[in-house]
């Protein structure tokens, strides 16, 4: 569905409410700065219109029907398609969803293909149109900008959210509760997917700040550089993560041994007690005829005597080398 298309001309809305694909056609012809077209979740007829109102390249419209695409820039004769990862976390279910943002950029159009519920353009566009209205004036490469400041801005609560998580897992490994490795194996699967979100923006942001793209003025160069950094930082923060939760397993595996390697100790020293006096007798419950113990008068309360003293030395030698 059409979210919002606008048509910004003087740093502004030219017209009011949302244009249809007819009227925004014909402000792209007037030649008179540029026209933002907003999709949530098209369907392939309505994205085939799209393309043909605004000349899309074809290849890039495959992409954009298609989702689990990598962050990618590429470039069609002097137009561009832009790929991003977003994410949120959600809080209540202690997960991170994934979506995907597509953007078309020619000399006087943008489209914005969103797919999924994380990182809604409303408040980039908004941003864009109220805080930074002069840099309309550079045309198309403003919403570049403006989308992915707000993309990259909505992976710090998703982060957040993943260190918290990190957190109480590493207090039930380390406060002897039943280790989470179901858990610490999900999250690390969600900063693997996160990963996979982040590291690819980093080398399109690159160029990007480097300016290696002439549609780029220099004054928007140093808004991507922002970006840029944040992306970084965002990165090294999942990387740390990726090992944190790797220790963490391997600790928690590290636990589960010696809690098994304590039980096991704890049986065999119990094994070992009950040994000694089942050993004692099975000897003198053989009877035989010749077996000149049967015949003593305190045979039996030597025999119950020497069986206790027995228990409890072995009970006091694995008490003092910790089996019990």
């Known amino acids: 569905m059409i979210v919002d298309c606008a048509h910004y001309v003087d740093r502004s809305r030219a017209h009011e409410g949302t244009l249809d694909l007819e009227r925004a056609r014909e402000c792209v012809a007037s030649g008179q700065g540029f026209v933002w077209l907003g999709l949530h979740d098209p369907d392939p007829d309505e994205l085939a219109r799209v393309a043909r109102t605004f000349d899309l ?3 890039a419209v495959e992409d954009a029907l298609e989702t689990h695409q990598r962050p990618k820039l590429e470039e069609y004769d002097g137009r561009f398609f832009l790929v991003l990862k977003t994410a949120r976390y959600d809080e209540e279910r202690e997960e991170v969803s994934f979506g995907e943002i597509e953007l078309f950029f020619g ?3 943008v489209v914005s293909v969103r797919h999924g519920e994380a990182s809604g353009l409303t408040g980039a566009r908004s941003r864009l149109e109220r805080e930074n209205a002069k840099l ?4 198309p490469a403003s919403v570049a900008w403006a989308v992915l400041d707000q993309v990259v801005d909505d992976y710090e609560p998703v982060w957040r959210g993943i260190d918290d998580d990190i957190e109480e897992v590493e207090e039930q490994v380390f406060q002897g509760e ?5 858990r610490i194996y999900f999250l690390k699967r969600e900063v693997i997917a996160f990963h996979r979100a982040v590291a690819p923006l ?5 160029a990007l700040e480097a300016g290696a793209f002439p549609q780029v003025p220099e004054p928007l160069s140093r808004y991507f550089r922002d970006v840029a950094d944040h992306a970084r930082r965002v990165d090294e923060v999942v990387m740390s993560q990726r ?3 790797t220790s963490i397993l391997e600790a928690s595996l590290a636990l589960v041994t010696v809690r098994q390697n304590e039980v096991v100790q704890t049986i065999s020293a119990w094994a070992a007690i009950i040994a000694v006096p089942t050993f004692l007798a099975s000897i003198w419950g053989m009877n035989f005829e010749h077996m000149p113990e049967l015949h003593l008068r305190l045979g039996y309360p030597a025999a119950l005597l020497l069986m206790t003293a027995s228990v409890l030395a072995l009970h006091r030698f694995f008490r003092r080398i910790g089996w019990l």
Do not use: I, K, N, S
């Open 57 to 59: 390249p074809p290849l």
């Open 107 to 109: 000399p006087r159009y």
């Open 136 to 139: 309309l004036d550079v045309g």
């Open 178 to 182: 039943r280790a989470p490795t179901e």
């Open 202 to 206: 980093l080398a399109p942001l690159e």
């Open 243 to 245: 090992e944190l939760l």
